[in-house]
């Protein structure tokens, strides 16, 4: 069974910049999660989607938003980039999403902004 | 307001030793724990969890100790391999968010010498 993949897997944006960020989730896993991780900070909850529905929602301002389409692949966009947007996004599937389905983690996109 | 702290950034171990690495958290409401490890270039892999109802979990040289009253939770590792080297991330969630969404520490490098 192929493992969660994340596209692009590096990045360089110029602040102002907007982009894209895509996951593909495990065959048959319907919840997608999405994590921004900073030097000293962990991993932070972006957004999780589950049906093509946002279902719960972290801390982060309006410029990050996602969507997830019908096959469960999702996709994450961050207009008007800023410096401190440099970080690995990581996205996690799992089968429905609840508290006792394991998470599994694609290897990221690294996203540099200058 | 970070809710799950891992206060080691780092630790180094001998090969066949203990290697202890700790969480504490500050919000009552989490009831399921996960530790999840992560080598560079990848995404974190889960290791093992616990939930609130238990105070220790045991899965091969892994075990996880919950103490409820303090807030605290650590991962065991015995023996200590140099192929444990990495980042460990303590993670936590609420089951009234649903489930998917996890609040993960800072992760703490342990480093296994042979």
């Known amino acids: 069974k192929a493992g969660v993949t994340q596209t692009p897997r590096y990045l360089i944006k110029t602040r102002g910049q907007q982009v894209t960020l895509s996951c593909s989730p495990i065959?048959?896993?319907?919840?997608v999660s999405w994590y921004q991780q900073t030097p000293g900070q962990g991993l932070q909850f972006l957004f999780e989607y589950f049906s093509e529905t946002q279902r719960n929602k972290g801390n982060f301002p309006g410029r990050f938003s996602g969507r997830q389409f019908s096959n469960s692949r999702s996709e994450m966009n961050v207009s008007t980039l800023e410096l401190g947007d440099s970080a690995l996004y990581l996205c996690?599937?799992?089968?429905?999403?609840?508290?006792?389905?394991?998470?599994?983690f694609g290897p990221g996109t690294r996203l540099t902004v200058l | 307001d970070q809710q799950v702290k891992q206060n080691s950034p780092s630790l180094s171990v001998q090969e066949g030793r203990i290697s202890i690495l700790n969480c504490d958290y500050t919000n009552s409401m989490f009831d399921y724990f996960l530790w999840y490890k992560k080598y560079p270039a990848e995404g974190p892999t889960f290791l093992i969890s616990i939930s609130s109802i238990k105070d220790k979990n045991e899965d091969g040289r892994f075990t996880v100790f919950l103490n409820k009253s303090a807030k605290h939770l650590s991962l065991h590792i015995v023996p200590s391999q140099p192929g444990d080297s990495a980042v460990y991330f303590c993670?936590?969630?609420?089951?009234?968010?649903?489930?998917?969404?996890?609040?993960f520490g800072e992760g703490t490098q342990l480093t296994v010498n042979p």
């Open positions: 996690a599937s799992s089968l429905e999403g609840r508290t006792s389905n394991e998470q599994f």
């Open positions: 065959s048959g896993h319907r919840s």
């Open positions: 993670a936590a969630s609420a089951k009234e968010t649903s489930g998917s969404r996890l609040t």
